[in-house]
């Protein structure tokens, strides 16, 4: 059997350079061979890994049967937003974990063959049939958030017949694919593409409204809105509660990655919106966010970009492959460190940062090993901007505005797992505002179970 391709990149000495994609597409030729080493089994093991459960096979064969457009119309029956998940998709946890090829080889490349098909195909071919259903076509239903979870809801939704409106707080609409992802790792044209799709679908999409504030979800009833899902996702962040942690020069990573994405300090001067970055950076922190945040530091002109991450490699949380593409970048990796102090100068910037070593003790709830202080072991470093990027809980407004909503004491909203209904009959929720900051295809999955059970509702 033919080895698994690799995805073509381009070089770290050009990338470091600008904001351009990083990873390149195959071409048809790979596509094909790469697509050629499914060997189409009978029960896909790679359907069950995947939350929005695309026909993995059945897309496969056709890439290997050189019909690309069939391929991402095969695709689409599930999932509305192929290009995004051929990028960002966990992939190596999900379908292509499970994927028979992996246990005595490598698995079958689903995420570039899923990004090779949504390449540069004609728009006529994106919309599946429409599925109608008689009984509840044209009846209103608002989805609250216009991330993934909620794309994904009002795409299927729209298929079943209802009139969706999308509502969305910030002026541009996708969720985290805008303003949280950069741009070489999944460029904004596509987000609008997929954005546009779900709009030719006869989604209408309304920014600029904010739920709970400008309308809440009692006044969505009363404008005759029959069901609502909320995706409005985890953008609060959280901070260390270090001492200096105020000082200028430190941003949280959901600051210091909306002014780059959705300010576009990216393409100063074009646009007139820069953000203050030094030339010895910082990043708290080893998921993707701070992944994206250290590679945006670098391209933005800093000299050394340290990621302080308080376990050791192996338990980083970021994706493998963004993890690689970063030490290939020169990010330097201070594992086994946590800060504990950030001092400023006299006029309240941030100047230097107090670290301690650690060492890991026992597991703890998570599963991972506990990080231990090593006594006495403090050091500084000299810093000039710091981003703490340490997770997102739930946005609280939604619930705040309405007391009915339950949550738990950790701001995530409660849903029954079986119906994906809220503590308000009608109210219904998934991605992030549920689960706590996660993934793009776990958020993907809530909306698509989550529109299966506002139809069942609606049906009843
Ligand atoms: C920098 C970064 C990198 C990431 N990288 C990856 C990755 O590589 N792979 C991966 O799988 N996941 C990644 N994630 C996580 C992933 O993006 C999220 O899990 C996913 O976007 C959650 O989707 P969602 O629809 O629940 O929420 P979001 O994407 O957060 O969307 C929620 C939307 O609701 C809007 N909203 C909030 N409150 C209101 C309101 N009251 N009224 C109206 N609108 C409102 C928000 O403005 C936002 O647009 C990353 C996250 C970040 C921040
Ligand atoms: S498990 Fe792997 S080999 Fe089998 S159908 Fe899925 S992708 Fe193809």
Known sequence: ??????????????????????????????????????????????????????????????????KREEALAKIKEKNALPAVCGRVCPQEDQCEKECILGIKGKPVAIGALERFASEKTKS???????????????????????????????????LMGYKVTMFESLSDSGGVLIYGIPEFRLPKRIVRTEIEYVKSLGVEILNDVLIGKTITIEQLFKDGYKAIFVGSGAGLPNFMGIPGENLLGVYSANEFLTRINMMKAYKFPEYMTPIKIGKKVAVFGAGN?????????LRLGAEE????????????????????RAEEE??????????????????????????????????????????????????????????VAIGNKPNPLIPLSDSRLTIHNWGGVIIDQQTKMTSIPGVFAGGDIVRGAATVISAMGDGKLAAREIDKWLSR
Request: net charge neutral; aromatic share 4%; hydrophobic share 35%.
């Open 305 to 324: 970009v340290k990621i302080i991450y308080r376990r050791s490699r192996t338990e980083i949380p970021a994706r493998k492959e963004e993890l690689e």
């Open 330 to 387: 020169k990010i330097e990796f201070h594992l086994l460190t946590a800060p504990t102090e950030l001092f400023g100068d006299e006029k309240g910037w941030v100047k230097e940062a107090e670290c301690l070593k650690m060492e890991l003790g026992e597991p703890d709830k998570s599963g991972r090993r506990r990080p231990v202080p090593v006594q006495g072991s403090e050091y500084r470093i000299p810093v000039d901007t710091v981003v």
């Open 289 to 297: 966010v701070a992944m994206d945040a250290a590679r945006c530091a």
């Open 124 to 158: 006529e071919t994106l919309n599946p049939k429409q599925i109608q259903n008689s009984n509840v076509q044209n009846s209103k239903v608002a989805v609250v958030g216009s991330g993934p979870a909620g794309i994904t809801c009002a795409a299927d939704l729209a």
């Open 1 to 66: 059997m033919t080895d698994r391709h690799k995805i073509p990149e381009r070089s770290v000495s050009e990338r470091i350079k600008d904001f351009e994609e990083v990873a390149l597409p195959f071409d048809l030729e790979t596509a094909i061979s790469e697509a050629k080493r499914c060997i189409q089994c009978k029960k896909p093991k790679c359907v069950s890994g995947c939350p929005v459960e695309i026909d993995i096979p059945g897309f496969i064969k056709l890439i290997a049967e050189g």
